[in-house]
């Protein structure tokens, strides 16, 4: 059975949930709020990471900072880290999970983050990831990303897939460039590494693509309502499930208690910041810098 046959058979769960989608998105109101919004703590974001695959929470994020690496703070329902003093790039993120839902709790149906993600760049992501590393898993340098990213932006030969909009978080990029993020993301799940097939990526990227054309639903979302769907449509199929030899692996209802009771357990709970921020953009240029 070929991946879009496997797609296909789960694409009434995608559905559903491009029409529980297209409503999403910000609304404007005429009525004017009488309370004040309680007053946050500023962040810097010269020293903050935004890690998203989904948005990705409960992560240990740590710098290169030697000799000894900073950990990350996580700022409070987000999925930003703020480092104390200024970041030495490479970041590595780890453990921690994919908030498939976007309800921003840890539930039923999310992803356990089962590989290291990495990047040179202040957005974490499956493609700053793939980028970074060479097959073994060891950290390329500037040169190297360079080739590998450009590599991938001539695969995908589409003139809005650029090297600036797939680094850009999941949520923000094009489709095209999220179909490609999600697809390195899957290969790089299977293979257990950054070891990609190009070709591979190009047949999944196809077969979303056409996913998406012959579903109504599908079309016209908004960014962040379109990667949430894809993403989905991933984790859907057959070969993401967690009883096959694919490390992708969801979280269930004991998880999910076993998750509670070391909360409900604990004797103190780990210092947040509590304002958001909204990273959009990277700057190509200083990707390669390090």
């Known amino acids: 059975m070929n991946r879009l046959n496997r797609f296909g058979m789960s694409l009434a769960v995608i559905s559903a949930l ?7 998105g910000s609304s404007d109101s005429n009525t004017a709020s009488t309370t004040s919004a309680p007053a946050t703590k500023a962040i810097d974001v010269t020293k903050t990471v935004t890690v998203e695959r989904g948005k990705v929470y409960g992560a240990t994020v740590t710098d290169s900072t030697e000799p000894t690496n900073q950990t990350a703070t996580q700022n409070e329902d987000t999925n930003t880290y ?6 030495i790039y490479p970041v590595k993120v780890e453990s921690g999970f994919i908030d498939v839902d976007g309800d921003g ?10 590989m290291e993600l990495v ?11 793939y980028i970074s590393k060479d097959d073994a898993g060891n950290l390329l340098n500037k040169v190297q990303r360079q080739v590998k990213l450009a590599e991938l932006v001539a695969e995908l030969d589409d003139a809005n897939a650029t090297a600036q909009e797939l680094l850009k978080l999941p949520s923000k990029q094009i489709e095209k460039a999220q179909m490609a993020t999600n697809a390195i993301y899957s290969e790089m799940v299977k293979n257990k590494s950054t070891k990609v097939d190009l070709g591979e990526v190009t047949k999944i990227v196809t077969e979303l693509q056409e996913m998406v054309d012959s579903n109504s639903s599908l079309q016209d979302l908004s960014s962040s309502a379109m990667a949430m769907a894809l993403e989905k449509a991933i984790i859907a199929d057959p ?24 909360l409900n357990s604990s004797t103190s709970m780990p ?3 509590t304002s958001d921020i909204n990273n959009t953009d990277v700057n190509t240029s200083s990707y390669y810098s390090n």
């Open 105 to 114: 709790q840890y539930s039923e149906g999310d992803l356990e983050l089962d």
């Open 271 to 273: 210092e947040t910041n």
């Open 82 to 87: 703020t480092f104390e003093n200024e970041i």
């Open 239 to 262: 070969d993401m499930d967690k009883n096959t030899y694919n490390p992708m692996s969801t979280v269930t209802e004991t998880d999910v208690t076993k998750k509670l009771e070391e």
């Open 119 to 129: 990047s040179y760049e202040e957005n974490v992501t499956a493609i700053s990831t």
């Open 18 to 24: 491009g029409l529980g989608l297209t409503g999403c």
